[in-house]
Nanobody, 120 residues
Framework: QLVESGGESVQPGGSLRLSCKRS????????MAWFRQVPGKEREGVAA???????SYRPSAKGRFTISRDNAKNTLYLQMDNLKPEDTAMYYC?????????????????WGQGTQVTVS
């Protein structure tokens, strides 16, 4: 089970840190990621991190977002700086063992319920 937290309303230019706590019952996975979705649009990959802690970012997130994880705490993070109105979305945490492409949904078997981020 994955449980996200940290979403809230902020002004443009502000920062947020999202957290995703993985329960002990979730099998170990190689790749974890953050996705986001706005109503009426497809869910899109924002950032991912593999078992070597190598990150991947969508172009609009590079330089503003940082993905990291603390394995001792079973927690994934997404530090978001210089937030823009277009970052407004429901953010989801995902985990998968065999993920062909880090920022695509295929291969991610475990998903959280989401946490809302609003920038306005």
């Amino acid at each position: 089970q994955l449980v996200e937290s940290g979403g809230e309303s902020v002004q443009p230019g502000g920062s947020l840190r999202l957290s995703c706590k993985r329960s002990g019952g979730t099998p170990s996975t190689r790749c974890m990621a953050w996705f986001r979705q706005v109503p009426g649009k497809e869910r899109e990959g924002v950032a991912a991190i593999d078992s070597n802690d190598s990150p991947s970012y969508r172009p609009s997130a590079k330089g503003r977002f940082t993905i990291s994880r603390d394995n001792a705490k079973n927690t994934l993070y997404l530090q978001m700086d210089n937030l823009k109105p277009e970052d407004t979305a429901m953010y989801y945490c995902a985990a998968g063992r065999f993920v062909p492409s880090a920022l695509r949904e295929r291969g991610y078997n475990y998903w959280g319920q989401g946490t809302q981020v609003t920038v306005s």
